[in-house]
C-alpha cells in the first residue's frame, strides 16, 4: 500500500471512530439527562453522528477515486 492509499485509509477510518465515538457521547447524554433540552441535545448529537457516519466516507472515496484512462 502506498504512503497517499495508506493516509486515505486512514482518514475513512479515523472518520467512522470520530463518529461511532459521537453516537455513544450522544446516547449517553439522552440517559443521563433530566430535562427535555439536553435530551434533545443528545438525540441532534447521534443524528449528527450517524450522518457522518454514513455520508462521509462514501463522499471522500468518490472523491479520491482514480479517473478512468
Do not use: H, S
Given at each position: 500500500?502506498?504512503?497517499k492509499a495508506q493516509g486515505r485509509?486512514?482518514?475513512l477510518v479515523g472518520v467512522r471512530i470520530a463518529g461511532t465515538a459521537g453516537a455513544m457521547l450522544g446516547l449517553v447524554l439522552i440517559?443521563?439527562?433530566y430535562a427535555w433540552p439536553q435530551k434533545a441535545l443528545g438525540?441532534?448529537?447521534v443524528l449528527s453522528a450517524l450522518l457522518l457516519i454514513a455520508v462521509v466516507p462514501r463522499a471522500l472515496a468518490h472523491r479520491w477515486r482514480t479517473p478512468e484512462a
Open positions: 500500500m502506498t504512503d485509509w486512514l482518514a440517559a443521563r439527562a438525540v441532534a448529537i
